[in-house]
Each structure stands twice: as C-alpha cells, then as structure tokens.
C-alpha cells in the first residue's frame, strides 16, 4: 500500500459508510454499516460495489460497551480483532489490537481535550458548523512495548468527515490489515464524540 491513506466517511448518509483509498486514490476497503442491529455484523468489501468481500468484522456481544470485534477472511479464518478498553474510555479513546489473545497493538487519542472543546463548541448556535472544521482529534497506533508505526488525523471539513492515516514504522502485511480494520471500527465506534 501506498501512504498515506485517505479514509472517508460518509456524514450525510442514512447508512454509515467509509472508504479507504491509498496516495493513488485506489480504493482499498469500502464498508456500508448495516442499521439496527443487536448483534454487530460489518461486511468489508474492496470497492463501492461490493463486488468482492475481503472481511467480516463481527462483535462478541450483543450491544456492549466493551464487545471485541473479531476480524476474519472470507473463509471465516480469525486474523485479528479489537476492544474498546471500557472506562479508560471514557476520558480518552483506548483500544487495543489483538492478534490471537495477544495485545499486539494500542489504539490512544492524542490529546482528549479536543473532543471536550469540540462538544462545547457544538452545543452554541451555529457550532456545530464550524466544530468539523476547527477540532480535528488525532489517533495514534503503537506496537506493545515499542513506539507509534501508525497516525490517523481528522482532516478540518464542513460536510464529510476525512481522516489520512500515515505509516510512521514498518508493519507486516497481517498487522497492517489488523490495524486498518481497527481504525474503521474504531471511527464506527467514536463517530458520536467528535
């Protein structure tokens, strides 16, 4: 793949949709979120299409707070999955990355203020017009024990929200995959906050 990465998501849409595409423009994975569901089942696809599934990301529980979301290959092979660490939550996006049972990777906001001001901002008349263009929360990706191998930050828009993702280290094929559908489901889950 070529970074860094441009992932869209659809603000205006009745159906939650993102899109990843690499410096290029080619579409990477395309997912179009199903509404009212208990259970979380998303289909990720390699275009607009869906012409072609590449992953299943399905949650371990019904409507939870802290449900992990297993990633598994058209073939129902586990490659990874993702948890939102509960309360630690709450103050400060934390999710971990797992490959196996292991922890392979942490998901953390960069800094937790800009969400606060943001939803400040967005309760003031006319605030909620400019909040997508001023507070843009940055994520950071980091290896177990070592440093940052991937950033997403939120690009300032008015009618969409657009995120570009940079690789900062070297990662395998499989843990970039894990990653990527990490930030998706993670974006899914924090749409709400900012």
Do not use: C
Not at 61 to 81: E, L, M, Q
Not at 121 to 147: I, K
Not at 167 to 181: A, F, G, K, S
């Amino acid at each position: 793949m070529q970074y860094p990465l441009d992932f869209t998501f659809k603000f205006w849409s009745l159906t939650p949709q993102m899109t990843i595409a690499d410096a290029q423009g080619n579409p990477l994975f395309y997912v179009r979120q199903k509404i009212f569901k208990l259970k979380e089942v998303i289909n990720v696809f390699a275009d607009v299409e869906r012409s072609q599934e590449l992953f299943t990301i399905k949650a371990d529980r019904i409507i939870d707070f802290s449900a992990r979301y297993n990633f598994s290959d058209p073939t129902g092979k586990v490659i990874g999955a993702v948890k939102r660490r509960g309360m630690k939550s709450l103050w400060k996006a934390h999710f971990d990355i797992f490959d196996g049972e292991n922890i392979a990777f942490t998901i953390e906001e960069e800094n937790p203020w800009v969400k606060v001001i943001d939803s400040l901002v967005a309760d003031l008349p006319f605030g909620s017009f400019v909040t997508g263009y001023l507070f843009n929360p940055t994520y950071l990706v980091s290896r177990s024990g070592a440093g940052v191998v991937m950033k997403l930050s939120k690009r300032p828009t008015f009618w969409s929200r657009k995120f570009i993702i940079h690789q900062v280290d070297q990662v395998h094929d499989r843990e970039q995959t894990q990653i990527l559908l990490s930030l998706m489901m993670m974006i899914l889950l924090e749409r709400g906050r900012g």
